[in-house]
T-cell receptor, first 114, second 112 residues
């Protein structure tokens, strides 16, 4: 099973809402990543978790709050977002932080902020 | 600095070979990658090459790396309509370990 799953597939939220994106993998990977991808642009790294601990935060605004409750799950909690936060949010995982060269991506959650 | 460049569009006829090119600037790159993204989908890792290699072949895919010129290419033999997608070149930077830098992506259109 080389699959990373993400839910929901699509999400529309208002600027005052609180919502969460979920990512799951059962490959035994211990590094997990969140990326943001705007239309017609490459993905941009947001966060990296290694062994359930946050190891990289690429200066992401605090309205995005990641959480890694266990080695298989990665959440991204959203609060007070802006319309410019509308994008495809991609989750990825790799065996460990040092075997980053084999990153498996999920299908993404397409987020629209109204 | 980190910069990865690709041409934005490529059109080929079905059955022909496609060659997608990429240039990068960081000489400390450890791995270079090709990802495929179909509309509305996530990224699929096609192949990657370690920076001390110059060629890697995997079925219809051939990756060539010219480290001196910092040039990477992906050749798709016998291109099919299912190959239509955006192809991202990416490099990972030694200093960060897992800091990926993606190129802007090349949109490949395969014409029947």
């Amino acid at each position: 099973d080389t699959e990373v799953t993400q839910t929901p597939k699509h999400l529309v939220m208002g600027m005052t809402n609180k919502k969460s994106l979920k990512c799951e993998q059962h490959m035994g990977h211990r590094a997990m990543y969140w990326y943001k991808q705007k239309a017609k642009k490459p993905p941009e790294l947001m966060f990296v978790y290694s062994y359930e601990k946050l190891s990289i935060n690429e200066s992401v605004p605090s309205r995005f709050s990641p959480e890694c409750p266990n080695s298989s799950l990665l959440n991204l909690h959203l609060h007070a977002l802006q319309p410019e936060d509308s994008a495809l949010y991609l989750c990825a995982s790799s065996q460990t932080r040092t075997s980053y060269y084999e990153q498996y991506f999920g299908p993404g959650t397409r987020l629209t902020v109204t | 600095g980190e910069d990865v460049e690709q041409s934005l569009f490529l059109s080929v006829r079905e059955g022909d070979s496609s060659v997608i090119n990429c240039t990068y600037t960081d000489s400390s790159s450890t791995y270079l990658y090709w990802y495929k993204q179909e509309p509305g989908a996530g990224l699929q890792l096609l192949t990657y090459i370690f920076s001390n290699m110059d060629m890697k072949q995997d079925q219809r895919l051939t990756v060539l790396l010219n480290k001196k010129d910092k040039h990477l290419s992906l050749r798709i033999a016998d291109t099919q309509t299912g190959d239509s997608a955006i192809y991202f070149c990416a490099e990972s930077i030694r200093t960060y370990g897992q800091n990926f830098v993606f190129g802007p992506g090349t949109r490949l259109s395969v014409l029947p």
